[in-house]
Nanobody, 121 residues
């Protein structure tokens, strides 16, 4: 089994910062692309940021310059540093990873259970 577990969400005032973490555990041969998504009430889930295995990143326009995605391949972890948070960043944030469990299997996408980020004064 493979599990992705997010942590670090919470309540923060506008302009504040949070760091989200995602840890992958279980039988893992290799993790390829990883990403953070978010879903606000009444909205579709949207891509926030993604990072390739070798560290190439991509960001949704509204978070560019405020959020930073990173990963530690040796520890199967991914992070999202969120600064200058805005009301509209309020959402449940999900971790996603393409994981290959063995040398003879293909990679498939796994998702975490989500962590709530609330930006409120």
């Amino acid at each position: 089994q493979v599990q992705l577990v997010e942590s670090g969400g919470g309540l923060v005032q506008p302009g504040g910062s949070l760091r989200l973490s995602c840890v992958a555990s279980g039988t893992i041969f290799r993790i390829y692309g990883m990403a953070w998504y978010r879903q606000a009430p009444g909205n579709q889930r949207e891509l926030v940021a993604q990072i390739s295995r070798n560290g190439v990143t991509n960001y949704e326009d509204s978070v560019k310059g405020r959020f930073t995605i990173s990963r530690n391949n040796a520890e199967n972890t991914m992070f999202l540093d969120m600064n200058s948070l805005k009301f509209e960043d309020t959402a449940v944030y999900y971790c996603q990873a393409a994981i290959q469990r063995s040398t003879i299997t293909k990679s498939i996408d796994y998702w975490g259970q989500g962590t709530q980020v609330t930006v409120s004064s």
